[in-house]
């Protein structure tokens, strides 16, 4: 995904704003797949690509049988039904006029033919299974709490019953206990109707709570892949193990592995050749200016650097 | 040891249409020179208003009913406004969340460090320029010249946070209130940051409070911890006690609840919410929360201590 930068004196290149560059994922059915990295790494942008909020510059988004990115507009908007969002903004996501049951019935309305009566029966359905009572159906965001606010969203997302649920930092706006009652919840779902999610966040102690597998990117590229337990035991990128070394462990007596990266992440319009980290990695070596191979290290588990 | 700050039986109350909400509820803690003290607890806990207290920054419809906070020997809130204005900036400074929006933003970085420097140390305004720069260099800014002649919008989160650092440490002040300087920075940056604030702190001899939510940081920075829940203050604890042998019933629930990167581990979330604050229950705050719960908690949590420097507010621990 390429994004031009107008420029304001005539005669100039047009700079590209390479948010991504060559990503390749793929999300099993049943499966969580955790997307994780800094801002600017391009989680965010790869989960619009995905939903076709926006249009990839090039590349193809392959939803079961179908490629997304053929799909005229209303077909594609047909089959929005089965690939949902949760965006990070509880509040900012929903529409302060609707009331939490009509917010609700929304995505009922649009997507499916369900009969007045039915849709009603399913709203109220899907706030049992979020865990909001029917006492809260005639509210109004604005008279809940942060924490109930995201179980409507997540309502919202879930009442079509999608085949794919994209979750776009869910818990980063919530406090500690709320957030772990959203997690709970997610994995809940998950258990109970066998959801898929694409799950973005920074917050790694939380994708390695809810996520089967996970990708990391840095700068537009995945640099490192692998299921959730073997990629924080035996974390292979120097990224993913700066990133590891850098969250606070609970626990005064935890000596953390000490990777530390230099500098800030560079600017997406200038990007370095070879491998994007180089110029921060304690590591890195003259081969790293040539192109990245990608290597499997252990099943499932591939990493993109020269020196793994 | 005398501590450098001590406050105690801090209440604070805000009047609102809807009633008298009771903020902070008989809070207390200490911190010694050089130490660094975590408070800790969820949004609405009474954190940030105990610092604002600390600061004399309430404004209505805030008030502290009653309370005493002894700084460096002195009664904060016998001051006079012009004597607070004093300890303000060059003896206590605080560092705030958002670093962008705490940041004169049509004022380059660099003056705004020299206009503290003039105000509180006296400076002329040729040494003070260089004093910003070497400050901003301090605080691990590259190119720091450059840097000082920016304005916020020019820099980073990161690098507006080196830059509230820089001047929150400039007047050599003697406590540091950090009310969550890394929350909304990325994963590297926050670490950088509290690096920075430990190396700076342990440099200077300045204390910090240190308010967060994140147990992760308290273990990382803290020599000391305190627990606030619903404005009571719970349990005070050094930090390895704290992990290792946390005693009121609300830290062992909030230790529980969070999800660790390093191992998996079960999580459980806190059960219950907290208490409106409009008409919060006698006694101890958590009881409606708290399975340990009994009848006497509603008569008050007496503080009890459990071991050296390790002191817990609930009448369901037993004491030495």
Same mark, same amino acid.
């Given at each position: 995904?390429?994004?031009p930068?107008?420029?304001?004196l005539?005669?100039?290149?047009?700079?590209?704003?390479h948010a991504?560059?060559?990503?390749?994922?793929?999300?099993?059915?049943?499966?969580t797949?955790g997307?994780?990295?800094?801002?600017?790494?391009g989680?965010?942008?790869?989960?619009?690509?995905?939903l076709?909020l926006?249009?990839?510059?090039?590349?193809?988004?392959?939803?079961?049988?179908t490629?997304l990115?053929?799909?005229?507009?209303?077909e594609?908007?047909r089959?929005?039904?089965?690939?949902?969002m949760?965006?990070?903004?509880p509040?900012?996501s929903?529409?302060p006029r609707?009331?939490?049951?009509?917010t609700?019935?929304?995505?009922?309305?649009?997507h499916?033919?369900?009969?007045?009566? &039915?849709?009603r029966a399913r709203?109220?359905e899907?706030?049992d299974?979020?865990?909001?009572?029917?006492?809260?159906?005639?509210r109004?965001?604005?008279?809940l709490s942060?924490g109930q606010?995201?179980r409507?969203n997540?309502?919202? &997302?879930i009442?079509t019953?999608?085949?794919l649920?994209?979750?776009?930092e869910?818990t980063s706006a919530?406090?500690?206990?709320?957030?772990a009652?959203v997690?709970l919840?997610l994995?809940?779902?998950?258990?109970r109707?066998?959801?898929?999610?694409?799950?973005?966040?920074?917050?790694?102690?939380?994708v390695?709570?809810l996520?089967?597998?996970?990708?990391?990117?840095y700068?537009g590229v995945?640099?490192?892949?692998?299921p &959730?337990?073997?990629l924080f035991d035996?974390?292979a990128h120097?990224?993913t193990r700066a990133?590891?070394?850098c969250?606070p462990?609970p626990?005064?007596?935890?000596?953390?592995?000490?990777?530390?990266l230099?500098?800030?992440?560079?600017?997406p319009?200038d990007?370095p050749?070879?491998c994007?980290?180089?110029?921060?990695?304690?590591l890195?070596q003259p081969v790293? &200016?040539?192109?990245v191979?990608?290597?499997?290290v252990?099943?499932?588990?591939t990493?993109a650097?020269?020196?793994a | 040891m005398t501590?450098?700050?001590?406050?105690?039986?801090?209440t604070?109350h805000?009047d609102?249409e809807d009633?008298?909400v009771?903020a902070?509820?008989?809070?207390a803690l200490?911190?010694g020179p050089?130490e660094?003290v975590g408070?800790?607890g969820?949004?609405g806990s009474g954190?940030?208003v105990t610092?604002?207290a600390?600061?004399?920054?309430l404004?209505?419809?805030?008030?502290?009913?009653?309370?005493r906070?002894?700084?460096?020997?002195?009664d904060?809130?016998?001051?006079?406004?012009?004597?607070?204005?004093?300890v303000?900036?060059?003896r206590?400074?605080?560092?705030f969340?958002s670093?962008?929006?705490?940041?004169?933003?049509?004022?380059p970085?660099g003056r705004?460090?020299e206009?503290?420097?003039v105000r509180?140390?006296g400076?002329?305004p040729a040494?003070?320029?260089?004093?910003?720069v070497?400050m901003?260099?301090?605080a691990?800014?590259a190119e720091?010249e450059r840097?000082?002649?920016?304005?916020?919008?020019?820099?980073?989160?990161?690098?507006?946070?080196?830059v509230?650092?820089?001047?929150?440490?400039?007047?050599?002040?003697?406590?540091?209130i950090?009310d969550?300087?890394?929350?909304g920075?990325?994963?590297s940056i926050?670490a950088?940051?509290?690096d920075l604030?430990?190396?700076?702190?342990r440099?200077t001899?300045?204390?910090?409070l240190?308010?967060t939510?994140?147990?992760g940081?308290?273990?990382r920075l803290?020599?000391r911890?305190?627990?606030?829940?619903?404005?009571q203050?719970?349990?005070?604890?050094?930090?390895?006690?704290?992990?290792?042998a946390?005693?009121?019933p609300y830290t062992?629930?909030?230790?529980?609840s969070?999800?660790r990167?390093d191992r998996a581990?079960?999580?459980?979330?806190?059960?219950g919410?907290v208490p409106?604050l409009?008409?919060?229950?006698?006694?101890?705050?958590f009881?409606?929360?708290?399975d340990?719960v009994?009848t006497?908690c509603?008569a008050?949590?007496?503080v009890r201590?459990?071991?050296?420097?390790?002191?817990?507010a609930?009448?369901?621990?037993a004491g030495?």
């Open positions: 995904m390429h994004f930068l107008r420029s304001w005539p005669g100039r290149a047009p700079r590209v704003v991504l560059d060559g990503v390749t994922l793929h999300v099993d059915a049943a499966e797949l997307l994780v990295g800094e801002s600017g790494c989680k965010s942008t790869l989960a619009r690509c995905v076709r926006i249009e990839p510059t090039a590349g193809r988004v392959r939803f079961e049988d490629d990115t053929a799909l005229g507009e209303e594609m908007r089959r929005r039904r089965d690939l949902q949760v965006f990070q903004d509040t900012a929903l529409n609707l009331s939490v049951a009509a609700v019935e929304e995505p009922l309305a649009l499916t033919e369900l009969t007045t009566e &039915a849709r709203v109220d899907v706030l299974e979020v865990g909001l009572g029917a006492g809260l159906r005639d109004y965001p604005h008279q942060g606010r995201q409507v997540i309502a919202r &997302a009442a019953r999608p085949r649920v994209v979750l776009d869910p919530l406090d500690v206990s709320l957030r009652r997690i919840l994995r809940e779902l998950k258990r109707i066998g959801m898929t999610y694409l799950f973005i966040s920074h917050d790694l102690s939380t390695r709570y996520c089967d597998r996970v990708a990391v990117m700068l995945v640099v490192e892949e692998a &959730a337990g073997e035996h974390p120097p990224y990133l590891l070394s969250i462990i626990d005064p007596d935890a000596v953390p592995e000490r990777l530390t230099t500098g800030e992440v560079p600017s319009v990007v050749s070879g994007r980290l180089r110029g921060r990695c304690p890195a790293c &200016a040539e192109p191979p990608v290597r499997l252990a099943p499932g588990h990493v650097c020269h020196l | 501590p450098l700050l001590a406050v105690e039986d801090l604070i805000f609102t009633g008298v009771h902070v509820d008989g809070a200490a911190i050089g660094v408070l800790v969820e949004s954190k940030s610092a604002l600390i600061l004399r920054l404004r209505p419809p805030a008030r502290v009913t009653s309370g906070i002894r700084f460096d020997g002195r904060l809130l016998a001051l006079s406004e012009e004597e607070m204005r004093a303000r900036g060059a206590i400074s605080m560092v969340q670093p962008r929006t705490s940041l004169n933003p049509v004022l970085v705004q460090i206009r503290l420097l509180h140390r400076a002329r040494e003070a320029r260089a004093q910003a070497a901003l260099r301090e691990g800014l720091p840097r000082a002649r920016q304005y916020a919008h020019q820099l980073s989160g990161g690098m507006c946070q080196r509230m650092v820089a001047m929150a440490l400039a007047t050599n002040p003697r406590l540091l950090a969550e300087p890394t929350t920075l990325d994963v926050a950088q940051i509290l604030l430990r190396d700076l702190g440099r001899g300045a204390a910090i240190l308010i939510h994140d147990l940081v308290v273990a803290c020599d911890v305190v627990v606030m829940h619903a404005g203050t719970v349990e005070w604890a050094p930090v390895r006690g704290l992990f290792h946390p005693a009121h062992r629930a909030l230790i529980r969070i999800p990167v581990v079960a999580m459980e979330p806190i059960a919410v409106s409009l008409a919060p229950p006698p006694g101890c705050r009881a409606s929360r708290c340990l009994r006497q509603a008050g949590a007496p201590t459990v071991e050296a420097e390790h002191r817990v609930c009448v369901a621990v030495v």
